[in-house]
């Protein structure tokens, strides 16, 4: 890819970043740690901090986590990169993918590194059901996930090369 499209990739991954640290520093300093702020009847804001993984994957291992946390998300932040930067000018929704979720990645990062967990706080629920609280990093991770599937159902042709 030409250095003018991979800028622009990068601004996208810069873009998510500083949204989700912007979004992250409100809530922290708006929000009562623990508290549900009702938006919607299925949808609030509660700020919570997740030492853990995804869905509080070893949450309450005793601290070791971050650093291993730490580690693997900086791996594969360097992988994406370069992955990223490698893309052919058609590859369009790869990029895009690759984009979000490397936004996403370094923003809860920056969280784990600085502060030893990330900060939540966009709860989604039914009743009585909640759907692990997330922030905007994992939305966009998510999305970009998302993204990379539809681009291997559309481009079966280039995940069988990647196989070879």
């Known amino acids: 890819m030409g250095i003018k499209r991979t800028a622009f990739w990068l601004s ?3 873009v998510i970043v500083i949204l989700d640290q912007w979004t992250k520093s409100l809530a922290s300093s708006q929000l009562v740690y623990g508290r549900a702020v009702e938006i919607l009847p299925v949808f609030d804001f509660t700020l919570l901090h997740n030492p853990g993984a995804a869905f509080s994957f070893l949450s309450d291992a005793g601290g070791w986590q971050r650093w291993l946390f730490v580690g693997i998300s900086s791996v594969v932040s360097l992988v994406i990169l370069v992955w990223l930067c490698r893309l052919q000018r058609r ?27 990330v900060i939540d706080f966009i709860s989604v ?20 996930a998302g993204l990379m599937i539809l681009d291997m159902i559309i481009n079966p042709e280039k995940s069988a090369e990647t196989q070879d």
């Open 91 to 117: 590859d369009m929704i790869m990029a895009a993918s690759l984009s979000l979720i490397l936004g996403g990645a370094i923003g809860n990062l920056y969280d784990r590194v600085l502060l030893g967990y």
């Open 12 to 14: 996208v991954t810069v």
């Open 125 to 144: 629920h039914y009743e009585n059901h909640f759907f692990p609280t997330f922030n905007i990093a994992d939305s966009a991770i998510s999305i970009g």
